[in-house]
């Protein structure tokens, strides 16, 4: 059947609006995303998502209650396992930790518990100390990815797989100026000085840190997991 002709602009412009929606953002199938799942090996289909009740032991009720207790603001989150052995367990959304952190996903509470007292324990006092004025903002490469360790195809899995590990790339200080690991750990004596305090003072909060020292992988952040017992590198 002929279309006819007053349809025919609006069908272009419909066909034009599908396609340019298709390219911002893209196909399901070759999308890149932090938290996405990894395929199952035998069909390359994204498993589907358990979601279960989390918070239910009385080890991870007594850490939500900490974190209350030191005024972070933050959103419980369910259980799930994402399949490929990955998964969030009793795992939080931080929403306010006394400043504005970029790339946070799921963590685990006793992870976001630690990392907001050493964002206001040992981040702002050694801003203060080093540079005479405040961090407003800390920049993150993120924390939950579904991945190997260096985002290998083989290997162990991540702590970053369980929602248990965050990596630090830098810091926004209030005169603009931005420390990053990337240039600040071998730039300046300030900046020097100001990250490796850091370092040492997330070794005493966290499991296992990794910082550029330890291997070209992490030449511009900071890993830090719950796992381990004070591996310090």
């Not at 603001?73 to 400043?99: Q, W, Y």
Request: hydrophobic fraction near 35%; proline fraction near 5%; glycine fraction near 10%.
């Amino acid at each position: 059947m002929a279309i006819p002709s007053y349809l025919k602009p609006r069908m272009l412009i419909a066909a034009a609006a599908a396609l340019s929606l298709s390219a911002c953002f893209g196909s399901p199938d070759v999308m890149k995303r932090n938290d996405s799942k990894r395929p199952t090996a035998s069909t390359g289909k994204r498993p589907h998502i358990n979601s279960t009740p989390s918070f239910t032991s009385a080890e991870s009720k007594q850490c939500a209650v900490d974190l209350k207790q030191a005024g972070v603001r933050f959103t419980p989150l369910a259980n799930e396992d994402h399949g490929g052995g990955c998964s969030s367990i009793d795992s939080v959304k931080l929403l306010d930790i006394g400043m504005p952190t970029t790339g946070l996903g799921a963590m685990t509470c006793p992870l976001a518990r630690n990392f907001a007292a050493w964002a206001q324990y040992a981040v702002k006092p050694a801003a203060r100390k080093f540079f005479g004025t405040e961090v407003v903002k800390i920049e993150t490469f993120g924390t939950y990815s579904c991945r190997n360790i260096y985002g290998g195809r083989s290997g162990r899995l991540s702590q970053h797989a369980s929602s248990n590990a965050i990596d630090i790339s830098g810091f926004v200080l209030a005169d603009g100026r931005r420390i990053m690991l990337d240039g600040g750990w071998k730039g300046d004596r300030a900046s020097q000085d100001f990250l490796r305090a850091l370092h040492t003072s997330a070794c005493r909060r966290f499991g296992t840190v990794l910082g550029p020292d330890y291997n070209a992988a992490h030449y511009n952040h900071f890993h830090m997991d719950m796992s381990g017992n004070g591996y310090c590198r």
